[in-house]
């Protein structure tokens, strides 16, 4: 630590990794001499412009965690579920009480019936311990909000080329963005090395309905219908195949199904392609060319296509895009990282082969849509094993999931089995997934509900306990982007958590103690644990935490010509045997829009984050909601007179499922017939006990996103909430 003298009221600099968000840039942190976490002020390492990687939720980040509604003890629900009514009690207390009533439940109906959702970004500590003890108690239902981004992008990848690639912005010549739209306060970092590339004359090319902050910054600019990525992918692929674009050699050398492959995209000419994407196909030509003529470029991670009905499609044809054009694995291309040598990875403590097959077989949605589960992940563990070492690598934690559709299914209905213990931490659950009715149903037919959080979420307000987490600000940890890199940050902890907020290792510790798994939790603390990760190294976590900003190898290049790919061929598959063995079509496809509805005349999609949080938090920080105090809808303007709205009406917006009610924001940068609805608006302010679970009834777009076959990706059975039919009216109520 480095220590200030003097009159200063900070008494020392950490370096720390701001969870604000997922994308955790390493900020400055000044420790404050009242050791009050309100007191510390967060500041960026490089202030430079297009190098400061912070964001206004890092820096109001001490401001959201000293706020007189976090929590500060354990609390135990004293009234009906959603009332508002708790007592505190000591951890001792709840910890005991949920281990005997957890041990009932696992006695009762098997551990299966245990279901856990949590997003590790916010919990920071987990360690893998979440997942160690579930797979020691022998629960294979784990979910996540990764469901829904990078996690499931991670597993889809492993099915073609075996890792989850990251992009090398500091070399690239190219960058194609699907939708994905880094800005100066969202994923920071990226918008800064995106920028950063365009000034040394990186073209850029933007896919978005709507004329987003990149799309005014890109080269091509390409205004797609909402949901049409995977069409678009098919047309790039017509145009690169045709015309001879790609790397003919790799081909051979390296790839599964090329002529297969060449088959089904032949069923894509550009006439048809535009019609699905309403593309110029012109355009869509000269995007693949500049793509593919580019090399090395990237197409980095993107939600857009981790969110739709063809999602596993898309996301294999954009794989296929990157290996056919050669830029796997290759000095401003995309890396396949695998892990590091020398620090212990998640992936290993979460000992997934402590988790009998049979289990494993009972994880919900496995059957029907396989890819992020046990059953693909199984028949990659051979080819897994030879090329990183590991059976189970869980890349983006996205690995080894169950469908959360199917958990809350069986959560509300009891079938296959009955699931009746939930926990959730650090995800705030019911506004996350798609069919916000079916959580909270799932919710409610609980025998034992366990949120770990900084506040009474809409989630956490159905909980019979609500555990006080500690923040990034008070804990050490260390990150590798969740397993995507090999690339490990350490983040310091400044101040001590406030009230009895703990870690979330703490409670799966506690936990495994008092459930008679105490044996595999031998390091006592966070602390030890993180010693025990990077021991190989030499050194203790302070110590590491001290030299080592970031640690890293020298990058491998074409570490494929040693080892072969991670699949079951060690090739490129580009026809995915994975999915074929599991009764898949083994090739990308396009799965048609369902059939147009008179009444919902619109297409919406979710989206377009907004600079002043993170998901569904933050809202309580009153410097940043003063900037953006309520959702908002965007409406192109014809579309808005069209229904007689005016700027600022309150306005619902309807599927069948249900409706939010949202202000207008008329904009010219929307295109016709194409709604955005913000995602995860709820009001922290609004008490609890009043119907509304402080407005998450009234505008979570998750109460219209639907789960329905016809909107859920088959492979995966996640949701589509990018180009859903929906329609709006003006609230006849204009009151807030
Ligand atoms: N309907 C719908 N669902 C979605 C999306 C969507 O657009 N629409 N987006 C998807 C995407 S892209 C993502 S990334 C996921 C995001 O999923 P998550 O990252 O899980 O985000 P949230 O659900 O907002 O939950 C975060 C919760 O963690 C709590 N929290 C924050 N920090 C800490 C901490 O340090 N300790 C503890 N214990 N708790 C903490 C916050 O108070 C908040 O309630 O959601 C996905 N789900
Ligand atoms: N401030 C802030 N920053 C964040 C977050 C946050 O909550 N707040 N969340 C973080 C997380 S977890 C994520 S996942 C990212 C998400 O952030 P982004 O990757 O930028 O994704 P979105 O903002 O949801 O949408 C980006 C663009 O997708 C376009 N779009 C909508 N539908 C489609 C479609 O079907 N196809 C295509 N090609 N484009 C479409 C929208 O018009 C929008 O401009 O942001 C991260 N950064
Ligand atoms: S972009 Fe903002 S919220 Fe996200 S990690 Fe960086 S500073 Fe924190
Ligand atoms: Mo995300």
Known sequence: MNRVSGQNPTVGTVRALCSGCDIYCQVNVEIPASGRVGDVRVKAIDPRPLKANICMKGVHAPEGLSHPKRIMQPLRRVGPRGAGQWETVSWETAMSDIADRLQTIVDTHGPEALAVSTSPWNTQTDNGACRRFMNLLGSPNWISGVALC????????????????????????????????????????????????????????????????SAERADLWLPLKPGSDAAMCFGWLKVILDEGRYDADFVARWTTGFD??????DAFPLSRVAKLTGVDPELIAQAARLYAGSSPAVIPWTPVTDQQRNSTSAIRLMCTLRAICGNLDVPGGELLHGFHPDIVSESELEMHDALPAAQQAKQLGADAH?????????????????????????????GMMATPSAVF??????????VKAFFSLGNNTLMSFANMQLMERAILNQDLVVAFEHFRTPTAQLADYVLPGDAWLERNALSDSFGWTAIYRPSQQ??????????????????????????????????????????KLGMDFATFAEKHPYHMHTPQYRKYETTGFATPSGKVELSASVLGDMGFDSLPYWRDDPAPHADYPLTMFMGVREDEYFQTGHRHIASLRARNPEP?????????????LAAGDWAYVETPQGRVRLRTDIRTDMPRSVVRVPHGWWLPERAEGDGSLSGARDHADAQISPDDPAHLDQEQGIPH????????RRCADQET
């Not at 297969?260 to 995209?265: D, G, I, K, S, Y």
């Not at 299914?409 to 009955?418: D, K, L, T, V």
């Open 260 to 265: 297969a492959l060449r088959q089904r995209v």
């Open 632 to 644: 908002q809808m965007f409406i192109a303007p014809d579309d808005a007179a069209a229904l007689n």
């Open 370 to 398: 396989p890819a992020f589960t046990y059953r693909a992940a199984s028949a990659l563990k051979a080819a897994s094993r030879r090329v990183w070492g590991h059976d189970w690598p869980n890349i983006v934690s996205g």
């Open 409 to 418: 299914r069986a959560m509300a209905e009891g079938a296959p089995y009955p």
């Open 494 to 535: 400044a101040v001590a958590p406030p009230g009895e907020c703990r870690g979330a290792y703490d409670f799966w510790r506690d936990l495994a103690h008092r459930m008679g798994l105490g044996t595999h939790f031998p390091w006592e603390s966070n602390e030890a644990l993180l010693d025990y990760r990077v021991h």
């Open 721 to 728: 909430l990018r180009g859903v039919a929906c329609r709006v």
């Open 150 to 213: 990078a996690g499931n992008t991670a597993a889809v990848n492993r099915l073609v080329y075996g890792w989850y690639p990251f992009p090398d912005y500091t070399q690239t010549h190219c960058i194609a963005l699907f939708g994905h739209n880094p800005k100066q306060h969202s994923w920071t970092p990226i918008y800064n090395a995106i920028r950063r590339a365009q000034d040394r004359g990186a073209k850029l090319i933007v896919m978005d309905p709507r004329k987003s902050e």
